[in-house]
T-cell receptor, first 115, second 108 residues
Framework: NAGVTQTPKFQVLKTGQSMTLQCAQD?????MSWYRQDPGMGLRLIHY???????DQGEVPNGYNVSRSTTEDFPLRLLSAAPSQTSVYFC??????????????FGPGTRLTVL | RKEVEQDPGPFNVPEGATVAFNCTYS??????FFWYRQDCRKEPKLLMS???SGNEDGRFTAQLNRASQYISLLIRDSKLSDSATYLC?????????FGKGTMLLVSP
């Protein structure tokens, strides 16, 4: 099993550009989520999904869109990048059953810089 | 507001020392509690869940005090490889809230 994979590992964008961060998991997990991690801050939840076709907002959803067309994939789209979105982005997955009670498996992260 | 507060750190300890990390949370309805470990520039990984009766995994002991809304992690006989940031994690409904983490540096 590859676990949770994320691409790209690094990305530099200019203000106003859009892009999609990819996340995939091969563990047949229903629950997937996106976090951002900034220096001096804890991981903050951006969006999450409890299954294909179902998504919901987390703590910091503004400026980001998600979709979940398959169980395996959960891409995160930045609509119009801003310097405030410079961060490390982690995708995570877990079994659905009471997802917040289960171990979260994280991808290796995408380091994004917006100039 | 969802809050998970941790000791700011860093904690600098020699090999073999015992070190304790503290964490408080704001939601009395929270039901699940975890400690995650994050190495520098890596993803977080589950260290251990925290159960009401307290639990131990080798050199690591986790305690939960629901009345005080307080969680602790004790590491005995610290190893160089324990150097990392330790994240306290608490559920708020169906989502998890992460503390900012406490960095541990173990020196020879």
């Amino acid at each position: 099993n590859a676990g949770v994979t994320q691409t790209p590992k690094f990305q530099v964008l200019k203000t106003g550009q859009s892009m999609t961060l990819q996340c995939a998991q091969d563990m047949n997990h229903e629950y997937m989520s996106w976090y951002r991690q900034d220096p001096g801050m804890g991981l903050r939840l951006i969006h999450y999904s409890v299954g294909a076709g179902i998504t919901d907002q987390g703590e910091v959803p503004n400026g980001y869109n998600v979709s979940r067309s398959t169980t395996e994939d959960f891409p995160l789209r930045l609509l119009s990048a801003a310097p405030s979105q410079t961060s490390v982005y982690f995708c995570a997955s877990s079994q659905l059953a009471a997802a917040s009670y289960n171990e979260q498996f994280f991808g290796p992260g995408t380091r994004l810089t917006v100039l | 507001r969802k809050e998970v507060e941790q000791d700011p750190g860093p904690f600098n300890v020699p090999e073999g020392a015992t070190v304790a990390f503290n964490c408080t949370y704001s939601n009395s309805a929270s039901q699940s509690f975890f400690w995650y470990r994050q190495d520098c520039r890596k993803e977080p990984k589950l260290l251990m869940s925290v159960y009401s009766s307290g639990n131990e995994d080798g050199r690591f002991t986790a305690q939960l005090n629901r009345a005080s809304q307080y969680i602790s992690l004790l590491i005995r006989d610290s190893k160089l490889s324990d150097s990392a940031t330790y994240l306290c994690v608490v559920n708020y409904g169906s989502t998890l809230t992460f503390g900012k983490g406490t960095m541990l540096l173990v020196s020879p």
